[in-house]
Nanobody, 118 residues
Framework: QVQLVESGGGLVQAGDSLRLSCAAS????????MGWYRQAPGKQREWVAA???????NYADSVKGRFTISRDNAKNTVYLQMNSLKPEDTAVYYC????????????WGQGTQVTVSS
């Protein structure tokens, strides 16, 4: 089993920055890729960004150029640096992990709230 714990959410103004963290514990040797998803009120959960064990990253078009995903393997932690935040970025952000690039995300954190005021 793998446990994921997110932190770093909060209330900010449009244009501000936040950095989310996701600390992994448990059977982390089985983990390959990690990612971030978000879910806004009344909307479906959407993928935000992903990073492989080798550090290759991908982003949703809506956050490309503003968000940066990174990982510190020594700390078993993945980060999501969010710059130039917009009100439409308001959502609960979830960290997820999977065993391989073609595997579904099977481990999820509890989520952290990000609220961006205009």
């Amino acid at each position: 089993q793998v446990q994921l714990v997110e932190s770093g959410g909060g209330l900010v103004q449009a244009g501000d920055s936040l950095r989310l963290s996701c600390a992994a514990s448990g059977s982390i040797v089985s983990i390959s890729g990690m990612g971030w998803y978000r879910q806004a009120p009344g909307k479906q959960r959407e993928w935000v960004a992903a990073i492989t064990s080798g550090g290759r990253s991908n982003y949703a078009d809506s956050v490309k150029g503003r968000f940066t995903i990174s990982r510190d393997n020594a700390k078993n932690t993945v980060y999501l640096q969010m710059n130039s935040l917009k009100p439409e970025d308001t959502a609960v952000y979830y960290c997820a992990a999977r065993r391989g690039p073609l595997q579904p995300y099977e481990y999820w954190g509890q989520g952290t709230q990000v609220t961006v005021s205009s």
